[in-house]
């Protein structure tokens, strides 16, 4: 079956740079447009960052933009969130996602998003 397993998350300090990393398996993975999101508390999943089945698309959520990167590897079935200048306001539950539509384009709403990770913590002390 399809796992999506993040890491890299924990608690750090504002500013810094810390990388998450999903890695994927049980499907074909440079077929799917790989999506971050983060959650906080009693709201719903918010989009970070997308990109497309081949690496040269991306696209980011209004608040990270310039700070987060996100890059793949079809070799490696991985998917990544270079993060940077991390705020408090960065601390949520972040996902890794997949989304298997054939058209490959980015999505932006997680109702598009088919399989899910588990969340990697991330939290940003002041």
């Known amino acids: 079956q399809v796992q999506l397993v993040e890491s890299g998350g924990g608690s750090v300090q504002a500013g810094a740079s810390p990388r998450l990393s999903c890695a994927a398996s049980?499907?074909?993975?440079?077929?799917?447009?790989m999506g971050w999101f983060r959650q906080y508390p009693g709201k719903v999943r918010e989009f970070v960052a997308a990109i497309s089945w081949d690496g040269r698309s991306a696209d980011y959520g209004d608040s990270v933009k310039g700070r987060f990167t996100i890059s793949r590897d079809n070799a490696k079935n991985m998917v990544y969130l270079q993060m940077s200048s991390l705020k408090p306001e960065d601390t949520a539950v972040y996902y890794c996602?997949?989304?298997?539509?054939?058209?490959?384009?980015?999505?932006?709403?997680?109702?598009?998003?088919?399989?899910w990770g588990q969340g990697t913590q991330v939290t940003v002390s002041s």
């Open positions: 996602a997949a989304d298997k539509d054939p058209t490959g384009r980015i999505q932006l709403s997680p109702r598009s998003y088919d399989f």
């Open positions: 049980g499907l074909t993975f440079a077929m799917h447009v």
